[in-house]
């Protein structure tokens, strides 16, 4: 009978080298570096081709399936996340593992990764309608996401400009409607004649702010004041 031998699994260390308290935009094909590296403490060396996967949470709460991939020649394992409709923007967690038959199952601690989604703005209503001086004027405005998901708690803020002046004027209040719809009811009473441009903006924690603007075009966008 030969010799016998007990073949065990390495041991591993895992280190950060990049990730820990990233930001990256959702949309726009930008991505975060999240990277480790793993060291072979039987060997005393950087372990290289370990399989391996790193995991983000889409909801600050649940794990996604994990980015499998292997270390490389000097032991790193990363990736270039870029985050999809599935992830939620805020603040979500991340870590990473070897999960190898040559050495013993290892993971990180949790690190943090801010994810920042997009806001984008329509200007649904009037549509360059004439208005006599003193009435109202409805103004309708749309936020949803970089996802097309509608957004109901946006900070809004709806103004008109005078097309020939630099004369601005705020319609407040802003009520929120559900399915991302926002409205303003504009008293024309101190307003001068002329052709009026919309202005609206939309901000959100966690969201890059948004601006819309609707040129007066007769019939079209915006709206005219008449006396």
Request: aromatic letters at 8%.
């Given at each position: 009978i030969g010799p016998l031998f007990n073949l065990t699994a390495d041991s591993l260390s895992l280190s950060i080298v990049a990730g820990d308290n990233s930001q990256v935009n959702r949309s726009g094909g930008n991505y975060a570096n999240l990277a480790i590296r793993a060291y072979d403490q039987d060997w005393g060396r950087y372990a290289p081709n370990a399989n391996g996967s790193i995991w983000v949470t889409t909801d600050?709460?649940?794990?996604?399936?994990?980015?499998?991939?292997?270390?490389?020649?000097?032991?790193?394992?990363?990736?270039a996340f870029n985050p999809s409709c599935n992830y939620a923007p805020g603040v979500q967690k991340w870590l990473a593992g070897i999960t190898d038959g040559c050495y013993a199952t290892a993971n990180t601690s949790n690190y943090t990764l801010e994810i920042y989604g997009s806001l984008q703005n329509s200007i649904t209503?009037?549509?360059?309608?004439?208005?006599?001086?003193?009435?109202?004027?409805?103004i309708n405005s749309t936020v949803v996401t970089d996802c097309s998901q509608p957004?109901?708690?946006?900070a809004?803020?709806?103004s008109v400009s005078h097309y020939?002046?630099?004369?601005?004027?705020?319609?407040?209040?802003?009520?929120?409607f559900s399915s991302g719809n926002y409205s303003c009811i504009l008293n024309t009473s101190?307003?001068?004649?002329?052709?009026?441009?919309?202005?609206?903006?939309?901000?959100?924690?966690?969201?890059?702010?948004?601006?819309?603007?609707?040129?007066?075009?007769?019939g079209a966008t915006g709206?005219?004041?008449?006396?």
């Open positions: 600050g709460v649940n794990l996604d399936a994990g980015n499998q991939t292997a270390t490389n020649s000097s032991g790193h394992l990363e990736t209503g009037p549509a360059g309608p004439e208005i006599l001086r003193g009435d109202n004027a409805t957004v109901n708690d946006a809004v803020n709806i020939f002046t630099p004369q601005s004027y705020s319609c407040t209040p802003v009520s929120n101190s307003l001068p004649a002329g052709a009026y441009n919309i202005s609206v903006n939309s901000s959100k924690s966690y969201f890059n702010p948004a601006s819309a603007l609707a040129e007066f075009s007769l709206l005219w004041v008449e006396t």
